[in-house]
């Protein structure tokens, strides 16, 4: 067979192979050497593109830095990847509870092995209104508070209108709302001082800070009433969740993880977390009962789910680098932390200011606050 255009050695298709090989090298070669003039021609970059391109001679060490730092940067990539597949083991064999905290009062998610989440049931519209009734009296403070004995600054004028046009409409319509007499009394007493003390800021056009601490101090034992029942309705509501839920799983509790959110404000008396630490008892605090204190009043379910898988975790790479499970709940370097600190301050002839050590696997009840002396809730105050 001869391929047209081709040369063709007749009887031996190999040296035909071979001849055509070589040729079409030298014509390469012949080619190239012809293209060096442009290739040349080619390196001068364009004056504005010069402007454009090149890096900075990196420092001695810089780029040698940069790939050890990687090595972290990269542990965060593996560490996402692999957390995938332990949130899905964890929830394979482990039942879970994610108690987050929200304005509604909460929402409760359980997890079982191999079943859909079970939602709970919400919180009582009633805690709802006793706070929207209770954030109202405070909201007003904040309202007036930058105008305070300033009688030429007027612009608060329009914010309280608008508002006092919502607080009467709540006014007018809290004989029907889903709570006991007893508290839609109390927040009818509530919203007409506030729309009372709306009223003589705006005819007097000035808002004095005697007025203001007069009406707070009015007001106070009725907000208290609202605390105090809205914190009832809370309460109750997710203590009979969670005892249905205990009784659900039965001989599973035993393996059940439990994780809330808190706050910084809300960390010493988080009611949801003491709620989980009823059912859970003191021995589940910080093993398989877990505060996560975070920057926002809510939190995502990914994101607690995130936060207790990274915890269960690490515990096996503590145990398996050093010998304690518990070890990797806690700042990895704070003890040998604490001795620097000890160290630095003895330097500068100061006196070290430390908190209590706290051993791997404390049991103690999360929290940043220390008994002391002094009030500790609203009725202490009065």
């Not at 067979?1 to 081709?6: K, V």
């Not at 060490?61 to 593996?78: H, P, Q, T």
């Not at 859970?280 to 009962?289: K, Q, V, W």
Request: glycine fraction near 6%; charged fraction near 15%; include cysteine.
């Amino acid at each position: 067979m001869r391929w047209p255009g081709s040369l063709y050695i007749e009887g031996n298709p190999l040296k035909s192979a071979i001849f055509l090989a070589r040729r079409g090298a030298a014509s390469l070669a012949l080619l190239t050497l012809a293209a060096l003039p442009l290739a040349a021609a080619a390196a001068e970059l364009p004056a504005d593109l010069k402007s454009l391109i090149g890096t900075p001679v990196p420092a001695p060490g810089e780029i040698e830095n940069a790939n050890v730092l990687a090595l972290n940067r990269a542990m965060f990539e593996l560490y996402g990847d692999a957390s995938d597949v332990f949130r899905k083991n964890i929830l394979a064999n482990h039942p879970v509870i994610l108690a987050l905290f929200s304005g509604a009062g909460g929402s409760f998610t359980l997890y079982r092995p191999g079943q859909a989440p079970l939602e709970a049931p919400s919180v009582p519209l009633a805690y709802q209104l006793l706070k929207s009734v209770g954030h109202s009296t405070m909201a007003l403070a904040q309202v007036v508070g930058p105008y305070l004995n300033n009688p030429k600054d007027r612009s608060w004028v329009a914010p309280m209108l608008a508002f006092r046009s919502r607080m009467q409409s709540a006014l007018e319509g809290v004989n029907a709302t889903a709570m006991p007499p007893e508290w839609r009394e109390n927040n009818q007493v509530i919203l007409k001082a506030n729309i009372a003390f709306m009223d003589d800021c705006l005819r007097k056009g000035d808002i004095s800070h005697d007025a203001l601490k007069a009406f707070s101090v009015k007001q106070a034992p009725f907000l208290a009433k609202n605390v105090a029942w809205a914190a009832q309705v809370q309460v109750a509501h997710w203590m009979n969740v969670m005892a249905e839920w205990k009784a659900l799983l039965g001989n599973d509790w035993a393996k059940t993880y439990g994780a809330s959110n808190t706050i910084y404000v809300t960390r010493q008396n988080n009611v949801i977390f003491s709620v989980l630490a009823q059912f859970f008892g003191p021995e589940a605090i910080n093993d398989r009962l877990l505060l996560s204190e975070t920057v926002s009043f809510t939190t995502s379910k990914a994101d607690m789910l995130g936060s207790l898988t990274r915890i269960i975790a690490d515990r096996s790479v503590g145990d398996l680098f050093f010998g304690n499970a518990r070890l990797m709940d806690y700042e990895l370097m704070g003890g040998d932390a604490r001795d620097a600190i000890i160290a630095e301050a003895g330097k500068r002839n100061m006196q070290p200011f430390l908190p209590p050590v706290v051993p791997f696997g404390s049991k103690q009840w999360p929290t940043l606050v220390t008994p002391g002396p002094g009030p500790a809730s609203i009725k202490d105050l009065r």
